[in-house]
């Protein structure tokens, strides 16, 4: 019998999460959409959360927890739920992090985990999204080849979060074209390092407090040493499996936030003396909004469990992201019909959101549980 029963551990860190995303990120989020700026104070805030520096270890700074891909699809849920962009942002060192932790050599993670084991925010990133319409994790055209104790990389990435503030960018690339997933390999590359060129932020649709930039990276030569896991390969699957079980997560937050706006709005919104919400064609329009959240959750938490269970995971995280991408669209868009006219304009949030869940279906690689 498959059960998802959270423990007292999980309910505690979910309501904790749940608070500071009513708390200190709702209130943030749409000037911050308007300004393309996070405040300084709610990143700080979320860092004291221990978002990332929790499951690092002990030795390193951090508190030495168990990571658990169901406690981290709980908090990504809760955290997008108060906003997306600033859900991102303030997990995005994960994104250089655990990679390191789960598959880097023992000096790679002395190298790079005492960064985030301190008090103050640090900013990590990863470059894996490439700029063409065909982009294939599995088949990625940014090209590593090992030039005697080096390699040198050359290719392109977008939508990289933070870039311009990391100090360090772990960067997938190819190492064997003809390999597939099993081809691709991670990299740990210096902000300065020669052959990188870091972009002008990129202007999103929506996510747009977000600091997103494209990268070229041009003969771009790292030593040997910089190789994640340094020769030994990394399990690339798992770590796309985790971060989209991350991103539909995300998903499911930004989805309910639209339907629980929506749905309070319908209970206050009256026409003709009785509340929108009586109406068949607004009640059944939040009924399936309420389902389809409720479903993209569990597939969530299905994956999620597997990677737990050290199980792979593609499957159900590749079923789940793709589902998450379109069920919080739809949501979202939904959210915007209940309100009218009311939908459409920047008084209610719920326009921010429907441009926000229209990222899942184009983004990969930018967050992590």
């Known amino acids: 019998m498959v059960s998802f029963e959270l423990s007292d551990e999980q309910k505690m860190i979910r309501d904790t999460a749940a608070a500071f995303a009513i708390e200190q990120i709702r209130p943030a989020a749409r000037a911050a959409d308007e300004s393309g700026e996070i405040p300084a104070d709610v990143i700080a805030k979320a860092w004291e959360l221990g978002l990332v520096r929790g499951a690092i270890p002990e030795s390193y700074g951090g508190y030495g927890d168990i990571r658990s891909a169901v406690t981290g699809a709980i908090v990504a849920e809760e955290l997008a739920f108060g906003d997306l962009a600033i859900a991102l942002h303030t997990m995005a060192p994960r994104l250089l992090a655990y990679p390191v932790l789960e598959m880097g050599t023992s000096d790679q993670r002395e190298s790079i985990l005492p960064r985030f084991g301190t008090d103050n925010f640090v900013a990590g990133a990863a470059a894996l999204v490439e700029p063409r319409f065909d982009f294939d994790p599995s088949a990625l055209a940014t090209i590593a080849r090992r030039d005697g104790a080096s390699y040198v990389i050359d290719g392109a990435k977008c939508v990289v979060p933070l870039a311009a503030k990391a100090e360090t960018i772990l960067v997938y690339a190819a190492a064997n074209s003809d390999a597939g997933q099993a081809g691709v390999d991670g990299f740990i590359v210096a902000r300065e390092a020669p052959g990188l060129t870091i972009s002008e932020r990129e202007k999103n649709m929506g996510i747009k407090a977000l600091e997103t930039y494209e990268l070229m990276l041009k003969d771009c030569r790292v030593g040997a040493e910089a190789r994640l896991g340094a020769g030994k390969g990394i399990n690339f699957t798992r770590l796309m499996s985790e971060s989209r079980v991350a991103m539909a997560a995300m998903a499911t937050g930004v989805a309910r936030a639209a339907f629980e706006y929506a749905r309070t709005y319908a209970k206050e919104r009256k026409a003709f003396g009785v509340p929108i919400a009586t109406k068949q064609a607004v009640a059944f329009m939040l009924a399936e909004m309420a389902i389809e959240i409720d479903a993209t959750r569990l597939l969530v938490w299905e994956a999620a469990s597997r990677l737990d269970k050290g199980e792979d995971a593609l499957k159900e995280s ?30 209610h949030p719920v326009e921010m959101w429907l441009r926000n869940a229209r990222a899942f279906a184009v983004l990969d690689g930018i967050a992590t549980v």
């Open 318 to 347: 590749y079923q789940a992201r793709n589902y998450a991408a379109q069920s919080s669209l739809m949501v979202a868009d939904n959210a915007v019909q209940v309100l009218g006219g009311h939908g459409y304009i920047r008084e």
